[in-house]
């Protein structure tokens, strides 16, 4: 079983900056292919989980939404089992809650589907951001 823990959501002014964070139980650390994906508020739950970004177990690479791309950094330090999104130029429309995602091991980051919702297995409570003046 892997626990994914998030944090560092809050209230930011459109235009700035917010970092979260995901503590991830020992089973996912350098194993497991991780990411994000959002929530936005008055949609169902299960339908409506954007991908944001993704990154390969090793490190070797990640994905992104266009939506996020060249505002969003997503980064991990499996030493620590920590991943990380580094949230830049932010606007209202990013405010959601944010989960932090892993897979299964044994899954190829570049054939696989790291933008979809079904290839990922764990997901964490999520942590909630809003982007309002």
């Known amino acids: 079983q892997v626990e994914l823990v998030e944090s560092g959501g809050g209230l930011v002014q459109p235009g700035g900056s917010l970092k979260l964070s995901c503590a991830a139980s020992?089973?996912?650390?350098?194993?497991?292919?991780m990411g994000w994906f959002r929530h936005a508020p008055g949609k169902e739950l299960m339908k409506e989980r954007e991908?944001?970004?993704?990154?390969?177990?090793?490190?070797?690479?990640?994905v992104y939404a266009d939506s996020v791309k060249g505002r969003f950094t997503i980064s991990r330090d499996n030493a620590k089992s920590m991943l990380y999104l580094q949230m830049n130029s932010l606007k209202p429309e990013d405010s959601a809650i944010y989960l932090c995602?892993?897979?299964?091991?044994?899954?190829?980051?570049?054939?696989?589907?790291?933008?979809?919702?079904?290839?990922?297995?764990?997901w964490g409570q999520g942590t909630q951001v809003t982007v309002s003046a």
């Open positions: 991908f944001v970004a993704a990154i390969s177990a090793a490190n070797s690479g990640a």
């Open positions: 995602v892993a897979t299964s091991t044994g899954l190829n980051f570049w054939n696989g589907k790291p933008s979809s919702r079904d290839w990922y297995d764990y």
């Open positions: 020992q089973r996912a650390a350098g194993t497991r292919h």
